[in-house]
């Protein structure tokens, strides 16, 4: 891996005018079971998308936004994290929870929003969290997430706590005040953070060169004193190497790091959006030709880790366990009535409980589903 330029892509694949094939896996300095780990987490991370995306077709849950094209960037960071490290997510990093074992019936539960998910169906669809693996639920308000995660990472430096934030933007949130804010209290505290924009080329219909006139994102970070790295989002191994350098940096008290991840959204920003509306056509088979599940999918092959009967048997357990989870989680009933008393303080107030009260005096109201 080498740098092509001064903050130029970071790459084992190289880019447009210089391409090239990665190492042999001896040369590559990850060890084989990762690399085996993340071709499995980002098919299955595909597939899931896939079906989620159908079943908001057919009208059985609301809203979704899929993370296709872009999966190597948070299924690296699940694979180089360590168990107390926090991340602050946004649209496209709900994965990095299935990675440290957040389990796919509550993952999907928090699509469907019933009584199998553990935020009770209050939290808006692909605005996945879990206490359990230490991941917040980010904000529709663009980049809100990036200061939290940088306060989070403050508070664990003030505490002696070893561990490190991630917070996760895309390309849009860096023309946000909240990322300057961020940015700023970063490098003055030498928080213990990583900072990951997705630059994905789009923010919803705006491309990236209309909302921003630097030549690259990562670039932004030297106005701050931070280091910036840009990387190709769809190599997995430059970005399992950079994410592990920078959070082994900011684990031994060096600092923040600002890591621009240079991807690209094959589909559209979510279901309720139209892409042929904004973008062409030509621009998305050219990014596919990069799409960093066949990158990976070819490597391995190569190196004689894959073959089409693997692929195969892989696709079917996959299968298997998502429509098992689908199954299941679509049985469950709504989240009681009572839950919306519940979390609010530790013991009931007086005023909630008479609120209580008068609720569970009413039936409850017939569902237009039976």
């Given amino acids: 891996m080498s740098e092509l330029e001064d903050l130029g892509l970071i790459s084992h694949f190289g880019d447009d005018a210089t391409p090239r094939e990665p190492p042999p896996l001896k040369d590559l300095g990850i060890d084989r079971d990762i690399l085996l780990r993340g071709y499995h987490e980002m098919r299955r991370l595909r597939a899931i998308d896939a079906r989620m995306i159908v079943l908001q077709r057919q009208g059985r849950v609301g809203f979704y936004g899929a993370c296709t094209g872009q999966e190597a960037v948070p299924i690296a ?22 990675v440290r074992g957040f389990p796919l019936v509550a993952f999907i539960a928090q699509v469907f929003g019933n009584s199998g998910d553990v935020l009770k169906g209050r939290q808006m669809p692909s605005h996945h969290s879990g206490r359990s693996v230490n991941q917040v639920s980010w904000s529709s308000n663009i980049g809100p997430q990036v200061p939290q995660a940088v306060g989070c990472a403050m508070a664990m430096k003030l505490k002696g706590d070893k561990s490190v934030a991630i ?80 959070l082994e940096k900011a684990r031994n008290g060096g600092g923040p790091t600002f890591i ?9 920003h979510s279901t309720s959006d139209d892409p042929t509306r904004y973008r062409a056509d030509e621009e998305v088979e050219r990014w596919k030709k990069k799409d960093p599940l066949d990158r990976l999918r070819n490597y391995l092959v190569r190196e004689g880790l894959v073959t089409e009967a693997s692929d195969q048997k892989l696709d079917e357990a996959i299968t298997k366990e998502i429509s098992a989870a689908v199954n299941e989680v679509e049985a469950m009933p709504p989240p009681t009535r009572e839950s919306l008393f519940e979390d609010v303080y530790r013991d009931l107030t007086p005023q909630l409980k008479l609120q209580q009260e008068e609720l569970l005096r009413h039936p409850p109201a017939i569902s237009p589903h039976g």
């Fill in 77 to 98: 960071t699940g694979l180089a994290v360590q168990e107390g490290d926090w991340v602050f997510p946004a649209l496209r990093e709900q994965s990095v929870m299935l």
């Fill in 167 to 246: 917070g996760f933007m895309g390309d849009g949130a860096t023309s946000e005040a909240d990322f300057h804010v961020a940015m700023r209290f970063a490098a003055r505290y030498k928080a213990p953070a990583v900072l990951v924009c997705q630059n994905n080329h789009w923010s919803i219909s705006v491309p990236t060169r209309k909302q921003t006139i630097s030549q690259t994102i990562a670039v932004k970070a030297r106005a701050y004193g931070i280091e910036g790295i840009r990387v190709d989002g769809n190599d997995l191994f430059s970005m399992v190497q950079i994410m592990r350098r920078a």
């Fill in 260 to 268: 621009e991840a240079l991807t690209y959204r094959i589909g559209a």
